[in-house]
């Protein structure tokens, strides 16, 4: 499959923080899709992206499609314990349904 | 409304035994698909069903492992023999029938070959 980079690998912020991170692509995709896992879990869908330029949010998370279709970034604005996770880019070039994953990026959030 | 269900948990088992993984994908949805979570490798597709018939499995590490779907609910991931390298946590997933529509995992299953 397609290669997908992630980064940054992890992050230590402290509470009220925001955070950024990002995903880039080898290739073209048309859907791009963000999930959080925790611990004992399976991925949970945060936000899905499906056109260039494409900017949503999800309460505090914002994610975007970017305009080349070959990256994504999602933020998180004021940081809360709660936000602790690794957060993992998925996307789907449209040549079948597998999605291809990115490494994730594990989020550790200070009181 | 229920999400994709897997059985077992965890399990635990000895080098050179059957191992069967279980999952109910979301009533309705028409793709089920099988994941291996690891450290080192991430999430890795293994497998992945349409209407229960099996579209692509390039990504079975060897013939240790089959997977089946008898029916619309119903979907196995079957290792044997089983080797410690086997161990990881299994995914399932399912989705609807567009492209581009989001997977929807399950807890996974925990699976420790000693």
């Known amino acids: 499959g397609q290669q997908l980079n992630q980064s940054p690998q992890s992050m230590f912020i402290q509470e009220g923080e925001d955070v950024s991170m990002n995903c880039t692509s080898s290739s073209i995709f048309n859907t791009w899709l963000w999930y959080k896992q925790e611990p004992g879990e399976g991925p949970v869908l945060l936000i899905a992206l499906y056109k260039a330029g494409e900017l949503t949010s999800n309460g505090r998370l914002t994610a975007q499609f970017g305009i080349t279709r070959k990256d994504s970034f999602l933020n998180i604005s004021a940081s809360i314990p709660s936000d602790v996770g690794i957060y993992f880019c998925?996307?789907?070039?449209?040549?079948?349904?597998?999605?291809?994953f990115g490494k994730g990026t594990s989020l550790l959030v200070t009181p | 409304d229920a999400g994709v269900i897997q059985s077992p948990r965890h399990e635990v088992t000895e080098m050179g035994q059957e191992v069967t993984l279980r999952c109910k994908p979301i009533?309705?949805?028409?793709?089920l698909f099988w994941y291996r979570q690891t450290m080192m490798r991430g999430l890795e597709l293994l497998i992945y069903?349409?209407?229960?018939?099996?579209?692509?499995d390039s990504g079975m590490p060897e013939d240790r492992f089959s997977a089946k779907m008898p029916n619309a609910s119903f979907s196995t991931l079957k290792i044997q023999p089983s080797e410690p390298r086997d161990s990881a946590v299994y995914f399932c997933a399912s989705s609807l029938t567009d492209k581009g529509q989001p997977q929807h995992f399950g807890d996974g299953t925990r699976l420790s070959i000693l």
């Open positions: 069903f349409n209407n229960n018939v099996p579209i692509d």
């Open positions: 998925a996307g789907n070039s449209n040549s079948g349904y597998a999605l291809n």
């Open positions: 009533s309705g949805h028409d793709y």
